[in-house]
Structures are given as structure tokens and as C-alpha cells.
């Protein structure tokens, strides 16, 4: 065992705060090695110690699907993909079946997720009859294109716990989006009072430590409620399919590692929906239904179910939040 590696760790556990350069070494760290599995230990330790021991299922509905003028290369909406030529919208009562559909399944709390072209106002129309139509415990949170300050409150006021909202890999170089904008974005939730879920996302074998560490420090400073490490799923002839894809394996790697770099203060781990992932700290995974940027299918069939999800969870040792989110839940 490198002594130096096994410091950092130990440092990590002792919840001490990782540095950038401590947290680069981890995630050099060859990831079939014994310093591997002993920062996969150690993040899953932290995070069940982080998070009273228990795992979550939230669920998201995407509720339109289509080319979006952001075009982010990794996503299947950009038109870039050419998946999406034209715009499929849920209807409300489509959006509202499947929200209460993932509660009744038992989803800690339900996400709506819109493209950039779904104006905010329409937006918050759907939210406010998905909202009423919860259980008023349920949280609600938010996926949706950047705004500002009088956006943030008027996400608060429809009943939103919070937002998820990354600054992504490669922002401003493979998506229409400057970095700032999306930074920006976050400062106004959190100052709206809306809970903050981010990730180093969406990671892909062209990405450099450098750029790890650099998304997992400025996570660090947004201290959200959840963040962790999320593998790119190619997009069939995205320009970024080239360079291939992370293995759950690698990819656990760097969710222990950045694991170890946010400590016991981000209650919420996630960024992979499969056993290894669990086993190395992720306490956190999505079901979804509807659009999903992942998916070429405007009603997704890679999204996985609230059920399975569990099942991935409990296979993993994990025992699960019943009801309300902890992660989302106010105070
Ligand atoms: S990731 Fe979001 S903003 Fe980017 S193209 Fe897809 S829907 Fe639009």
C-alpha cells in the first residue's frame, strides 16, 4: 500500500479537507489497485456515515423532448445528434400520471426535467398542478435551463425544494453555454433558498484530472445537498463517441475519489445506478420517465425504474430512506 496514498485517505476519514493536488493523486491511482479498493472503502464509509447509512431513489419526468438550441454533444436533444427533428411536449396530464406513478412507487422525491427551449413561465404552470397534485410532503426539484435571480424565486415560490444544475465537463467548448452562466445560475438558487444537487458530469476517457478536480473544487464551494461523478452515455454518432466511453469500474474510481475530496458535509452521493458504483460510496439514483438527454427515445426506456434502483441499492447493503427525501427535505 503507497503510504502516501493511504495518508490521504486517512485524512479523508478523519474528515480532514482534501486539497486539489491530494485529491489529483487519488485519482491517479491505477483503479485495480489496493490504494483503488481502499478509496472505494473509504468514500463508501464516509458516505454512509454522511448519510445515517440510508440510499435514496429520486424519479424524474422529462417532460419534452426535442432539438434544443444548447446543444450540448452529449446530450440527445442537441441538434448536432440529429435524434430529435421535431418537438414532442407532454401533456399535463401525461406529466402528472407519471409523477404520481414514481410516488406511489416510492421515489424520495420527484424531479422535472425541460429542455432549454421550455419557457419558464409554461414551466412553472406544470409545476404548480404537479405540485398540488403531490403529497404535500413529497419534495419537488428542479431540472431546467439557467436563470436568473426573479427566476430562482419564482422556482421557490411554485414549490420547488431545489434544483439540480451542473456546471458540466467541457462547458462552453462542447455545449452553447458559458461556463459563468451556469455558475450563475447556482448562486441565484441558493440565495432563493433552493437546495443545490450538482456532479462532475458528464465524464468520458478524454477528460483530464485537471478538469476532475477542478469541477469537484468549485462543488465544493456551491455545498450542495448531493454531488458525485456521472459516466457519459454515448449518443449513436455524437461527435464526442469517438473517444469512447468510462467502464462502471473506471468510472467508480472517480466517484470514491471525488467522494473522498466532498467528505461528510454533501450528505448525497451519486453518479451511477449499478452495483459498483453503490459499493464505492453512491447512496443517490434517479428513475426516469419521459424525455432523458441520454436516451434517443422520447419516452425513455433506459431510465430505469424506482424498483430497480432499490434493488441495486439493497443489493449493495444499503438500506433505503422511506417517504419524504432527507436529502431535500427543509432544515
Ligand atoms: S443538456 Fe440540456 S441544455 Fe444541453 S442540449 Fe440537452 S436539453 Fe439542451
Redesign the pocket.
Known amino acids: 500500500m503507497n503510504r502516501n496514498i493511504a495518508q490521504i485517505i486517512n485524512k479523508a476519514i478523519d474528515g480532514g479537507e482534501l486539497t486539489g493536488l491530494e485529491l489529483s493523486r487519488l485519482l491517479t491511482v491505477d483503479y485495480l489497485s489496493e490504494e483503488a479498493y481502499m478509496i472505494q472503502y473509504a468514500a463508501r464509509k464516509i458516505s454512509a456515515a454522511a448519510a445515517g447509512g440510508k440510499a435514496e431513489v429520486h424519479a424524474q419526468v422529462g417532460i419534452n423532448a426535442g432539438p ?5 454533444h ?5 441538434p448536432v445528434n440529429k435524434i430529435f427533428e421535431a418537438e414532442k411536449v407532454y401533456s399535463l396530464e401525461e406529466i402528472i400520471d407519471k409523477a404520481l406513478v414514481f410516488e406511489a412507487d416510492g421515489a424520495n422525491a420527484i424531479y422535472l426535467m425541460a ?3 421550455y419557457g419558464l413561465p409554461a414551466y412553472l404552470a406544470v409545476a404548480r398542478a404537479v405540485r398540488t397534485a403531490l403529497k404535500p410532503e413529497t419534495p419537488l426539484v428542479g431540472n431546467v ?1 439557467d436563470f436568473a435571480e426573479d427566476g430562482a424565486i419564482a422556482l421557490k415560490q411554485a414549490g420547488f425544494a431545489g434544483v439540480y444544475h451542473v456546471l ?1 465537463m467541457g462547458e462552453g467548448r462542447v ?1 452553447n ?1 458559458a461556463p459563468g452562466t451556469r455558475l450563475r445560475t447556482i448562486a441565484a438558487a441558493r440565495q432563493a433558498g433552493l437546495l443545490v444537487g450538482t456532479c462532475v458530469e458528464p465524464v468520458g476517457p478524454e477528460h483530464t484530472v485537471e478538469e476532475i478536480v477542478e469541477k469537484t473544487m468549485l462543488i465544493k464551494e456551491i455545498r450542495p445537498v448531493h454531488a458525485g461523478s456521472g459516466r457519459r452515455i454515448n449518443i449513436p454518432g455524437s461527435p464526442l463517441e469517438p473517444y469512447g466511453a468510462l467502464t462502471q469500474a473506471r468510472q467508480a474510481h472517480i466517484i470514491a475519489a471525488v467522494k473522498l475530496a466532498f467528505g461528510y458535509s454533501v450528505p448525497g452521493h451519486c453518479g451511477g445506478d449499478y452495483g459498483i458504483a453503490a459499493m464505492a460510496g453512491v447512496n443517490l439514483s434517479w428513475a426516469e420517465s419521459g424525455s432523458n ?1 441520454r436516451d434517443t427515445q422520447a419516452n425513455t426506456v433506459i431510465g430505469g425504474t424506482v424498483a430497480s434502483r432499490r434493488e441495486t441499492f439493497q443489493q449493495a447493503g444499503w438500506e433505503m430512506v422511506e417517504g419524504p427525501s432527507v436529502l431535500f427535505s427543509p432544515g
Do not use: E, G
Open positions: 434544443c438550441p444548447k446543444n450540448c452529449f446530450c440527445s436533444f442537441a429542455t432549454a427551449t435551463d458540466r455545449t453555454i438527454p
